[in-house]
């Protein structure tokens, strides 16, 4: 039965079980969703909230990125979130929000 066939046959069928097995675990461990995008980007908001309120107490105003980090609020520059500041009473309005995620409606 397994006389024809030759040992780059055999190595071949290995390598296509290998990544056959391999991607099946990939996955199956959840590696195609986009949960650690949807963590990070609640983590770099929660951050840029924090660095808001801080502004907003210290110096009565929310402020831009550029300022929070130039204040030192902020220690980093953010990668997937954005801040509308809109002047006001108080501190004026900040939209925190990031385009690259919407939760789903519901």
Known sequence: MF??????HLVGALLVLSFIAGFALYVLTGATTNKGTTGAIGAENASIERAEKASCHQYGAYASIATL???????????????VYIPGRHCGTIIVGSPAYQSPAG
Do not use: A, M
Request: net charge positive; glycine share 10%; hydrophobic share 35%.
């Open 3 to 8: 006389g024809n066939l030759s040992f780059r």
């Open 69 to 83: 980090r130039k204040e030192g609020l902020l220690t980093f520059k953010p990668v997937y979130n954005s801040v």
